[in-house]
């Protein structure tokens, strides 16, 4: 059982670039979301969906997208990297429905941006 | 915005109890409490959570107030390996009638030998 997966570890991207963080999980899941750590700083969230094919944006959801075609996967996507988009992302994923619904939480993606 | 208030810091000593607190006044009477914690260079990982009654289990006990208002998140016996980010967060609801997580600054727990 992988539980959260994300890819790439480690991406260094230049500004303009575009690239997809990746994120996959085997526990069929319905929830998962995109999460930011700025060094120093607490989480702040991206965007999340609900079910495939339902997303709705969080805290901070400028220079994302984000899609939900399947259960299993939630990529976040960044058009035109910036400087200010270095950070640590991190993917997590929980059951739906009213009840507890622990979140798991991915290794994370450290990204720079120079 | 985060539906909860928690102090950015705290210390211990090391072996001795912790009581890390957390106010949630908004709370609905669906919201579970949840705990996480973040260790130096690591991902969020999850510690406890609970509705109405206190709750133990291996790592920690959560104590819930009566009214559902505050909690408090107990380390028995603080380790050096308990010095992390602690967060306490209960579900939000998005703008569509979506949820949402909303993780906020933690608590900064600092355990001295």
């Known amino acids: 059982n992988a539980g959260v997966t994300q890819t790439p570890k480690f991406q260094v991207l230049k500004t303009g670039q575009s690239m997809t963080l990746q994120c996959a999980q085997d526990m069929n899941h319905e929830y998962m979301s995109w999460y930011r750590q700025d060094p120093g700083m607490g989480l702040r969230l991206i965007h999340y969906?609900?079910?495939?094919?339902?997303?709705d944006q969080g805290e901070v959801p400028n220079g994302y997208n984000v899609s939900r075609s399947t259960t299993e996967d939630f990529p976040l996507r960044l058009l035109s990297a910036a400087p200010s988009q270095t950070s640590v992302y991190f993917c997590?994923?929980?059951?739906?429905?009213?009840?507890?619904?622990?979140?798991?939480f991915g290794a994370g993606s450290r990204l720079t941006v120079l | 915005d985060a539906k909860t208030t928690q102090p950015n810091s705290m210390e211990s000593n090391e072996e001795e109890p912790v009581h890390l607190p957390c106010n949630h006044s908004?709370?609905?009477?669906?919201?579970?409490i949840h705990w996480y914690r973040q260790l130096p260079s690591q991902g969020p990982e999850y510690v406890i959570h609970?509705?109405?009654s206190n709750v133990n289990n291996r790592m920690a006990s959560l104590a819930i107030a009566e009214d559902r208002k505050s909690s408090t998140l107990i380390l028995h016996r603080a380790t050096l390996r308990d010095a992390a980010v602690y967060y306490c967060i209960l579900r939000d609801v998005g703008t569509s009638g979506t949820y949402k997580y909303i993780f906020g600054t933690g608590t900064r727990l600092k355990v001295l030998a």
């Open positions: 969906s609900v079910g495939a094919g339902i997303t």
């Open positions: 997590a994923s929980s059951y739906g429905g009213a009840g507890a619904n622990v979140l798991t």
């Open positions: 908004t709370i609905s009477g669906t919201d579970y």
């Open positions: 609970g509705l109405t």
